[in-house]
């Protein structure tokens, strides 16, 4: 599956399954962009790494969920659970810590079940 199917994917699981909710995907993630496009995307944003998949729902202790999605066969952990020595994955879990120290649950999705289980969870948290 490509990124953006997934998106796609995980976008209808949450219209339909709760449509109260109000969330927000990068539609962009995972597509090819010209040279000029990236800069302008970089432009529009205070720091790289921002995660794909936004829910603004508050739960609990948290403000929201925001999930760095990524397709099942985007190695992003090794065995043991550490993040690979991937400068694009480091940048992205750095910006998953620092929502984190501001009151939002913030990970990394891996494949669409994973997703899922992840954003059911939050949403049916107290």
């Known amino acids: 599956m490509l990124e ?3 998106h796609t994917k995980v976008c209808n699981f949450i219209r339909v399954k709760y449509p109260e909710v109000i969330f927000r995907t990068d539609f962009a993630a995972g597509m090819p962009m010209s ?7 970089k432009v529009l944003q205070s720091h790289s790494g921002y ?26 952990f ?6 690979l020595a991937n400068a694009h ?4 879990a750095a910006m998953l810590v620092l929502l984190q120290i501001r009151g939002f649950q913030a990970q990394f999705a891996i494949g669409y079940e994973d ?3 992840k ?8």
């Open 4 to 6: 953006k199917d997934l």
């Open 35 to 41: 040279i000029g496009m990236a800069k302008r995307q």
């Open 51 to 76: 995660p794909d998949l936004f829910i603004a729902e508050p739960r609990g202790e948290y403000s929201g969920l925001f999930l760095e999605l990524k397709t099942e066969n985007n190695k992003v």
């Open 78 to 83: 090794k065995k043991d659970g550490t993040l």
């Open 89 to 92: 994955h480091k940048e992205q």
């Open 115 to 117: 997703a899922i289980n």
């Open 119 to 126: 954003i059911v969870e939050y949403l049916e948290s107290d």
